[in-house]
Structure formats: structure tokens, C-alpha cells
């Protein structure tokens, strides 16, 4: 799917289903935030993929 389509609260449930054994949903909140920081910092250097 393309991750420039999905919003931010789509991006959490999705995680959250998936990870949902091992994650709250602070820590996937948490997950996130720090990923907004780091791409922030690096300005897109960063290319991220989602396997699933």
C-alpha cells in the first residue's frame, strides 16, 4: 500500500493489530513521535519500508 496515502491514525491501528502482542498503543505512539523527530532532524535522508 502507499504510505503517503495513509493518515497518522491509520498508520497507528494498522500497528497496533499487528503488533498488538507485543505493543500498547502508547508505545506505538511513542514509536512514532520519535520517528517524526528523527526524520525531522534528517530531513528525509531516511527512506522507510514497510514489509507486510
Known amino acids: 500500500?502507499?504510505?503517503q496515502r495513509i493518515t497518522l491514525e491509520e498508520l497507528k491501528h494498522i500497528?497496533?493489530?499487528a503488533f498488538r502482542d507485543h505493543l500498547t498503543m502508547k508505545d506505538i505512539e511513542?514509536?512514532?513521535i520519535n520517528e517524526e523527530e528523527s526524520l525531522?532532524?534528517?530531513s528525509g535522508n531516511?527512506?522507510?519500508e514497510f514489509e507486510g
Do not use: A, G
Request: aromatic share 14%.
Open 15 to 17: 500497528l497496533f493489530h
Open 1 to 3: 500500500f502507499d504510505m
Open 30 to 32: 511513542n514509536i512514532i
Open 40 to 42: 525531522n532532524e534528517n
Open 46 to 48: 531516511c527512506q522507510t
